[in-house]
């Protein structure tokens, strides 16, 4: 599961749709999946009827707690490197999974057999001229300064103007940047906030925190005119070695800045004493930026690596040749953090293997569970493809490839439902997240009828409506296809060196693959295609310990995670009912600017709407094809 898109869906649109956990007392929806409770769900459709009466061996008993284990314990294994795009353990993973879909007698339904292959960033990586001088004496990189990874390339010479913290926080009645000219120039910015320390300072709530991040400082010297930005440690409030942190290559959007940490050690060297400068605002929390009388020249050349990796697709066709161009979906990404790197939860463990098993091992064993299932049972008269995504833990990557380019036999427009499985393998006394009920019309009340059908899975469905979610389901829900995304939860071990295979609850992940398999043998039986349903979701409360509520203005775009060297974010959905929808604003459209805020990256655009309260009134300039479009739109709230 990549915690980068949730991250960014949350800072871009409303929270997701309520996930509830299951009571004695709870509504039929939550209870469905219990034992004696037959009258608190809809009877069998025909579709079920007819599933359940085929043959005289089950093929949903094939799906088995043990072997998925198994496959579990081989894709988790250390010799797989943690299956990170650009190890040897992703190209191992990819090929295995390829060798059990030949195995089934799956047809191959990518663009070189199984595969779907594209590149991929990996890693950032200093080439070419990196340098940097201050009053012209030449600074050591990596001991004395180094680039952040989300420096633009280029060079830049200028005055060096202390511009404090770096913040402008109109709510806040602080702006570092008030009566100061810092266009053309390069300014030094410390570290958090002014008074740390002071429990009543305005930057110690949750909602001014972004002000510490060097994300936010870099672009907000960029919107002031800066030509480069050089970040220090705050070390007169956080005492330690002047150490620049090590070098983890993690890649990043660019800034549209130059932007380089530097030393303490090295400022005093070149006569400047950051501590000297940053005392009176410690003193009253009140702004003192000011030149300093030196000169900079900085150089910086950040590379970002690519590396090839590929989804996995394979094809069950449909029996019914007026129907099997219809698709059902049924995938999990396969790609895990390799060795960590920078969304690794355990960062003092970079470059020990994590191994990923429940995220994501354990939705690939599922996959490969219901695609032995689909085979046993015979065509249904839909096609039902499975896929292995790769390129999720970077950005929803694989996905976003497959909805541009889907196979031949499975087009977007005809795909009747997704299922996706991501983290489906340690189910907590058998509570299970089943997101996206509410994108198709009838889907939350067929999913109970599903589970409840003798035999009744051991599971308590806790529904969510919503199809947006940071997982691969959320590419297909931007493109109108309806979804259900499975999840048993977050834990300790999540993005961790301990997500191990020993740790995968066998039977909860058997009763998990059933359901997916009856969702989606359901979903291909039925005689009518699903009614895709895009109404606005509703406020919701959140799943408890894996994300905060959202706050700030709220536009309701939906980017496309496909990488983009031109400038702006493209738009793949607007969320029903949204400030953007009200605005004009389509899929396909390229946002460009928000409240005269360039948009290159969502990180640009996150900073835009965090700077605006809902009911404000701003301009958004956007692209539709080759014309160049504005509008004026009024800032919504999230819920």
């Not at 001229?129 to 952040?148: I, K, M, T, V, Y």
């Not at 046993?376 to 999720?392: D, Q």
């Not at 738009?571 to 409240?595: C, H, M, N, W």
Request: proline residues 9%.
């Amino acid at each position: 599961m990549d915690l980068a898109i949730l991250a960014l869906l949350l800072a871009a649109a409303p929270a997701p749709t309520p996930t509830e956990p299951a009571r004695a007392d709870a509504s039929p929806a939550l209870v469905a999946a219990q034992p004696g409770r037959a009258d608190a769900v809809p009877p069998p459709s025909p579709a079920q009827r007819e599933r359940a009466g085929e043959g005289a061996a089950d093929p949903e008993s094939t799906i088995q707690g043990a072997p998925m284990k198994a496959d579990v314990t081989w894709l988790a294994d250390p010799l797989r490197t943690g299956r990170g795009v650009g190890t040897p353990g992703n190209a191992a993973a990819a090929d295995w999974v390829a060798g059990r879909f030949r195995a089934l007698g799956l047809a191959p339904a990518g663009t070189e057999g199984y595969l779907q292959p594209f590149d991929a960033p990996v890693r950032a990586v200093l080439r070419g001229e990196n340098a940097l001088s201050l009053g012209g004496a030449p600074l050591a990189l990596q001991r004395d300064w180094q680039p952040f990874t989300f420096s633009d390339p280029g060079k830049a010479e200028g005055e060096v103007v202390f511009a404090g913290y770096g913040v402008t926080a109109p709510e806040l009645g602080y702006d570092d940047y008030a009566g100061l000219d810092v266009k053309g120039k390069v300014v030094l910015v410390a570290a958090h906030f002014p008074r740390e320390a002071d429990p009543a300072s305005p930057f110690r709530a949750p909602q001014a925190y972004r002000y510490g991040e060097w994300r936010y400082k870099t672009i907000n010297a960029r919107e002031h005119g800066a030509a480069a930005i050089l970040a220090v440690r705050d070390g007169w409030n956080h005492a330690g070695k002047d150490e620049l942190p090590p070098w983890r290559g993690a890649v990043s959007s660019r800034a549209g800045l130059l932007a380089a940490r530097v030393t303490l050690a090295a400022l005093a060297r070149a006569g400047v004493d950051a501590a000297a400068l940053a005392a009176p605002a410690q003193q009253d929390g009140r702004p003192h930026s000011r030149p300093t009388g030196l000169r900079a020249r900085l150089a910086t050349d950040v590379e970002q690596e690519r590396a090839p990796t590929a989804n996995v697709l394979a094809l069950l066709p449909g029996g019914d040749p007026a129907r099997a161009g219809e698709c059902v979906v049924v995938g999990a990404h396969y790609d895990h953090l390799g060795y960590g790197g920078d969304e690794s939860l355990s960062p003092e463990e970079t470059g020990k293997v994590h191994p990923g098993a429940d995220d994501n091992a354990s939705g690939v064993a599922a996959v490969l569970a219901v695609a032995r299932a689909m085979k046993e049972a015979g065509p249904a008269p839909r096609t039902v493809l499975f896929a292995a995504f790769s390129g999720e833990e970077l950005g929803l990557l694989g996905s976003a490839l497959y909805v541009r380019a889907p196979p031949a036999a499975c087009p977007l427009g005809r795909t009747q439902l997704m299922v996706n499985l991501d983290m489906v393998g340690r189910a907590r006394e058998g509570k299970v997240f089943v997101d996206g009920a509410d994108t198709a019309k009838g889907l939350r009340a067929e999913v109970t009828a599903l589970a409840s059908r003798p035999p009744a899975l051991p599971l308590r469905l806790a529904f969510g409506g919503d199809g947006y979610g940071p997982s691969d389901q959320t590419s297909f829900f931007a493109k109108g296809v309806p979804v259900l995304f499975l999840f048993t939860g977050a834990h300790v071990d999540y993005h961790r060196p301990t997500d191990t295979a020993d740790k995968i609850d066998a039977a909860g992940l058997q009763a998990v693959g059933r359901l997916a398999y009856r969702a989606a043998r359901d979903a291909a039986l039925r005689p009518a295609r699903l009614e895709v349903v895009r109404a606005p979701a509703p406020p919701s409360r959140e799943r408890q310990g894996e994300r905060e509520r959202g706050y700030g203005a709220y536009l309701g775009t939906i980017p496309d995670f496909e990488e983009r060297k031109d400038p702006g974010i493209k738009v793949s959905g607007v969320r029903p009912g949204s400030p953007a929808e009200k605005a004009g604003i389509a899929g396909g459209d390229v946002v460009l600017e928000v409240a005269g805020t360039r948009i290159g990256s969502l990180e640009d655009l996150t900073f835009a709407l965090r700077a605006h309260r809902p009911g404000d009134t701003v301009d958004v300039v956007f692209a539709r094809g080759p014309e160049r479009r504005s509008a004026k739109v009024t800032l919504g709230e999230r819920k």
